[in-house]
C-alpha cells in the first residue's frame, strides 16, 4: 500500500450491515479513548438521506462493536439548523471543563454550519449552536486554551475551500479569525481544497494537523490525506507542510461506495507512540489506520514549505 499509514487487517471495521437498524451507509466518525473502550460517534445516513449520529463502543478499539439502538443526535430533535442532518462530529477533551465537546456540521435549508455541543457520557448533549453560519465546515477544536482563549479549525466556503483558525473566550463568540492553510491549486494533490481531519494533536514541535485535501482528475475528486504543523503558541503560524499525501484511496473499499476515492479522518488518539486514525472510505464504511507520529512529524520538517 502506498502512503505512510498502515491500514488494519480487518477493514472496513464497520459497514452498514453491522448496524442494529436499516441504513444506507456509516462513516466519518469522531473517536474517544476511555481507557477501557474506545467510543465512536458515528455518522449515519438514513434511507431517507438525512445523516443523525450514534455511539458505538469496542474494547479494543476494533472488533465487538456494540451499537446504541438510538441516535445521540438526530435531525427529527426540532433544531431548525439541523433539520436536513448532523453530520462529520469531531470529539476533543477540553481537561479544564471534564467534558467532551462535540464540533459537527448542521446541515439545513440554509446550508451547512459548524455547530457545537458537550457531554460527560455520551448519553446526553447540551447544544452550544452555531458558531460558524453556513457555508462552513470541517471543525476541530483544540484540547485546550490558548492565551486563555479557545481555537477551532474551521473550513468557510467562501474563503477558497482553506482552512482558517478562530479563537473565542467563551465557545459562543469567535473572532481574530486567520487562515492556516490553503490549497496549493494547479496540479497539487490537495489544489482544489482542504479541511481539518482529526483534532489537533499537541506534540513537541507544534500543534500535528491531519487534514484531507482534494484534486480534481477528469472531473471527479480524490480524496488524500495530508499533514501540517502549527506553533504551539501562535497555532495561525504555520510551521511546516508536508509536500506529498500520506494516504490516498488504494484499497476497493476506499475506490468503491457512495462517494468513490475517498478516505477522509474525522477521530483519532494517541497511543503510545502511534497515531490510531478511524476514516470514512467511500462515504460507505468507517476503517482504521495507524503511523508513527515521529514518522509523520520527520516528513513534515524535511518537506516543509513556505
Not at 438521506?49 to 458505538?56: D, F, I, K, N
Not at 478499539?61 to 469531531?90: N, Q, S
Not at 448542521?106 to 460558524?132: K, N, P, Q, S, W
Not at 470514512?280 to 468507517?286: E, K, N, R, V, Y
Request: glycine share 10%; net charge negative.
Amino acid at each position: 500500500m502506498r502512503g505512510i499509514f498502515v491500514r488494519h487487517k480487518n477493514n472496513p471495521l464497520i459497514t452498514p450491515r453491522d448496524l442494529p437498524y436499516q441504513s444506507n451507509t456509516v462513516f466519518n466518525a469522531g473517536a474517544a479513548d476511555l481507557g477501557d473502550e474506545v467510543l465512536l460517534l458515528v455518522r449515519i445516513e438514513s434511507c431517507s438521506g438525512r445523516s443523525h449520529l450514534t455511539v458505538a463502543r469496542s474494547r479494543d478499539g476494533i472488533t465487538d462493536w456494540k451499537f446504541e439502538r438510538g441516535a445521540l443526535m438526530h435531525p427529527e430533535e426540532g433544531v431548525p439548523y439541523e433539520a436536513f442532518g448532523v453530520e462529520d462530529c469531531r470529539i476533543t477533551w477540553v481537561e479544564h471543563m471534564k467534558r467532551w465537546c462535540l464540533v459537527y456540521t448542521a446541515y439545513a435549508e440554509i446550508g451547512a454550519g459548524v455547530a457545537l455541543a458537550t457531554t460527560e457520557d455520551f448519553r446526553t448533549v447540551e447544544r452550544l449552536g452555531i458558531v460558524f453560519p453556513p457555508e462552513d465546515k470541517d471543525g476541530a477544536l483544540f484540547p485546550r486554551k490558548l492565551d486563555g482563549h479557545y481555537a477551532i479549525l474551521h473550513r468557510p466556503a467562501e474563503m477558497g475551500g482553506n482552512i482558517w483558525v478562530s479563537y473565542s473566550p467563551d465557545l459562543t463568540y469567535w473572532g481574530r479569525s486567520e487562515q492556516v492553510l490553503g490549497v496549493r491549486g494547479g496540479p497539487w494533490w490537495d489544489g482544489a481544497r482542504v479541511g481539518a481531519g482529526l483534532p489537533p494533536i499537541e506534540t513537541k514541535e507544534g500543534w500535528l494537523i491531519i487534514y484531507h485535501g482534494v484534486k480534481v482528475v477528469a472531473g471527479h475528486p480524490i480524496y488524500r490525506v495530508g499533514a501540517a504543523l502549527l506553533d504551539l503558541h501562535d497555532p495561525h503560524k504555520l510551521i511546516g507542510r508536508a509536500r506529498r499525501w500520506l494516504m490516498s484511496p488504494d484499497a476497493p473499499y476506499e475506490w468503491y461506495g457512495d462517494a468513490p476515492n475517498v478516505v477522509f479522518p474525522t477521530g483519532g488518539f494517541i497511543r503510545g507512540d502511534e497515531l490510531w486514525m478511524y476514516y470514512g472510505a467511500a462515504d460507505s464504511c468507517i476503517c482504521l489506520a495507524t503511523v508513527k507520529v515521529d514518522e509523520i512529524v520527520n516528513i513534515i520538517m524535511d518537506e516543509k514549505v513556505d
